[in-house]
């Protein structure tokens, strides 16, 4: 986050009425945020496309009782340090455990990652959530 | 598409920088044409959403040579012809079609097509292409 | 679609009672049909994700009293003879244009020519369909 | 995860074989824990579809110099306490952070509170990961 560079565009009338509705509704206060927002998505997408370096959360529900469970993703994720930054634990409910690994890495290795958390038994679901070192956006 | 407004955003140096190596490589000339096009697409993953009336495609593949499966995929479409504008059929080898039907309406009902397309044994693929009626944006 | 292979899994009870209550929302008659168009989908994402030769179908909405726009792309149609099988065109309301055109080609090549047609002045939204030519699923 | 169910389903030959190519790639060591992972997958896009309570995480990129930011970010964080589980905290270079926060709520006010986040001036990028709180799958 720098010096900003103001500048002009061009937009459909009608279009920039119907975005400026949009942009009240997703609590945005101004038009350059939400566009700088909008940038900002196209190019973290290119960053994963691209397999530059790049950031995210793996988010995993398993159930805890299945002891050899947790050690087997205690495994994994040693396997996989270099990748991952730090981990969160959640008690859902008796049951049930929310883990969240922050990792950082190519998009490769972070997918290699996932899946090998995801096929392991008693992992109910395994998400991601994609996003960007900061560096390049 | 009529007339135009034309105003000033304020967007990080850095990040417009970037910004404009992107449109160059998604082959934009302009940067109020590739701004545009952010905002309608953010516009119409909300129609969609808000299940106002939207236009599409849905494309299936299948294998023609199952006889009934032609037949019943016919009154399919019949049943559904309030949404259905027009199907166009192409022989993609000796046993697969690629037929891709253009629609219009509610998504709700748009998704039901689909659905029952895609649960017609003999069907393999089925995906749908969002787009808008371009009314409003 | 040739012969069929009947084999066992085992499930989690209660996850199955769920998938079945699914299978019948989705219009689904049986656990296998369900099955298979979920192993599809998988097999499908990655033909895309591994750049084999995939089909699809580009859908346009445009403006078509901006009459340089149409030459402008029936010249860019010209120019990717080579993936487009088709099109179709479907007069959506005075202004609006719905224009579908059903792709085969490697993934790199149908978003090459989806960039350009998006890029075009006078394009509202341009959203892409992803299947599958048949032979690999 | 309870006790299992045993049965049996038809796969078209062809598309086994190609199943069976995949799993491996993914890691799977069997076709149940496939195919469950499908069905899960299947049953977690549609909770979150049907506004039923889930689970996920919410994942920013922001610049911490900025002062205020922090302080706004607490603010709005106290204002969600309810869907708010636990947050982690990662410094990733000098400038940027990265923040995840474990949340628990309707899909509604996960969406609400992610808006909240991203509009506030400084976050680079938020994004969120799907997934459910493992009562239901």
Redesign the interface.
């Known amino acids: ?16 009425k ?2 400026d509705k ?1 942009i009240r509704e ?4 101004t ?14 997408e ?1 960053e994963w496309f691209e397999g530059k370096e790049v ?9 805890h ?2 002891r050899e469970l947790v050690a087997k993703l205690t495994d994994i994720g040693h396997h996989f340090h270099e990748v991952i ?2 981990t ?1 634990h ?1 008690h ?2 008796e ?2 455990c ?1 883990e ?1 690994i ?1 990792v ?1 890495g190519t998009p490769a290795k972070i997918e290699e990652l996932r ?2 958390l ?2 392991t ?2 992992v ?14």
Do not use: P, W
């Open positions: 986050m720098g010096k900003v560079r103001r500048f002009s565009i061009s937009i459909d009338r009608e279009l920039l119907k975005f949009y997703k609590e945005y206060t038009r350059s945020k939400a566009v700088e927002d909008l940038m900002r998505s196209a190019l973290v290119k950031a995210g959360s793996i988010v995993l529900v398993y159930n009782t299945k930054l730090s969160q959640i859902l409910d049951d049930n929310l969240i922050a950082k899946n090998r995801r096929a038994k008693g109910k679901h395994c998400s991601l959530a994609m996003t960007t070192t900061g560096r390049e956006v």
